[in-house]
């Protein structure tokens, strides 16, 4: 019965886990000298997945806010070290929405990882986004 309960937990969990794709286009967001923010606009398509670094220090406040064409599309933020299929995402689009902010724990890069649901990639559908950043201090 356990085994049948651990099977179930991982179909489910593969139901829901992004389509990313092995290597993901990787962009870094820099501000525009005197600026807290920038925005970041780009288009998916299946399994594709883009992968945006921003660096941040322990303490700030970090949002990111998703628009998008698709109800499809979603972002994971993953805290500085931790990657894709290695770790936990800080913040998990699918469950939390379209918006990110919190004060951030830890100072160095985060990753936040733009992606279509599985059952859209395999649809191979298209969906543009804007990813507005914004860090402030504490």
């Keep these: 019965m356990r085994l ?3 099977l179930a937990i991982l179909l489910i969990g593969l139901a829901v886990w992004p389509a990313h ?18 925005t970041m606009s780009g288009r ?35 805290a500085p070290g931790d990657r894709p299929g290695e770790s936990t995402a800080l913040f998990i ?20 990882q733009v992606f279509l649901v599985r059952s859209a990639a395999r649809r191979d559908e298209t969906a543009d986004y804007d990813l507005m950043f914004q860090i402030a201090s504490p």
């Design 4 to 6: 049948i309960s651990t």
């Design 93 to 112: 689009g699918t469950t939390s929405g379209s918006r990110f902010e919190s004060v951030l724990p830890a100072s160095g890069d985060y990753l936040v």
């Design 44 to 78: 998916i398509k299946g399994y594709e997945s883009v992968h945006y670094l921003l660096g941040a220090t322990a303490g700030q406040r970090m949002t990111v806010e998703m628009t998008t064409s698709s109800g499809a599309a979603y972002f994971n933020i993953f």
């Design 21 to 38: 794709a092995q290597d993901a286009d990787t962009k870094r967001v820099q501000f525009a000298a005197g600026q807290s923010g920038a």
